[in-house]
């Protein structure tokens, strides 16, 4: 298994990319801390895990609250006794365009999308490098090229990818890598009402050279390759998981 007693904690585990990652790290043999907004869907995904002989727990957070960072980085090491990998997953989609984006929306994106990143970095780091561990952040294809209409999004996952980097570096010497996954459109709760709109649908899937949209498995299975050891010589990687839609 390629993550046999490792420890991982996956922020918006308790659907969509989050929730595929943290069943296959529990798969491939890590204890899962599952944090999410919803305690509810959170549980949820720690009963699928159990149920196939997993190991996991479930922790209500607001990613963007200091306290709520601690409250989970502290339930880790109080159940598991380390930290091995930080999943850096939740996130929110505002749509609109700078006059159409609110400051509330605007903000929130801010904090959701990158506050969250520092905070639960900047918590986990100490452990981490106790455990040569790694972070993995969820990025964007709209990080990376021109997104239509969604601003605050844009631009925080823009941020997502510099965050990466500048991690990486920081803490290379110290053994600790960090990624970040830019997926591309994907079939998640956080898509589902747009993608139900044809002429959304179809405005989607026109530029992806492989014609169709990514699923969470897409995604989990990249979360699984940086998170183990195969992937121990790549650091400050923002890796696309798009069907190819940055590069055409």
Do not use: C
Not at 130 to 150: D, L, Q, R, V, Y
Not at 194 to 210: G, R
């Amino acid at each position: 298994m390629l993550l046999n007693d490792k420890v991982a904690i996956i922020t918006g585990a308790g659907s969509g990319f989050g929730r595929a990652t943290a069943e296959l790290y529990a798969k491939e043999g890590a204890k899962v801390v599952v944090v999410d907004y919803n305690e509810e869907t959170a549980q949820e995904t720690v009963s699928r895990i159990e149920e196939k002989g997993g190991s996991a727990v479930a922790v209500k957070a607001d990613v963007s609250k200091e306290e709520d960072v601690k409250n989970f980085i502290q339930k880790a090491m109080d159940n598991f006794g380390k930290i091995d990998i930080l999943f850096n997953n939740a996130g929110i989609y505002a749509p609109g365009t700078v006059e159409e984006t609110t400051m509330d929306d605007w903000n929130r994106s801010i904090n959701v999308n990158v506050t969250a990143l520092f905070l639960a970095s900047k918590y986990a780091i100490p452990y981490l490098k106790e455990t040569k561990g790694n972070i993995i952040n969820t990025a964007s294809a709209g990080g990376i090229i021109g997104f239509p209409g969604a601003i605050s999004y844009a631009t925080t996952k823009g941020a997502v990818i510099s965050f990466t980097r500048a991690m990486a570096v920081d803490y290379a010497e110290a053994g600790v890598r960090v990624n970040a996954i830019s997926p591309g459109t994907g079939v998640t709760g956080m898509t589902k009402d747009l993608l139900d709109n044809e002429d959304i649908y179809n405005a989607f899937i026109s530029p992806i050279p492989m014609k169709r949209l990514g699923e969470a498995n897409d995604v989990a299975h990249a979360a699984l390759f940086l998170g183990s050891d195969q992937a121990s010589y790549i650091t400050g990687h923002a890796l696309p998981v798009d069907g190819g839609w940055t590069m055409s």
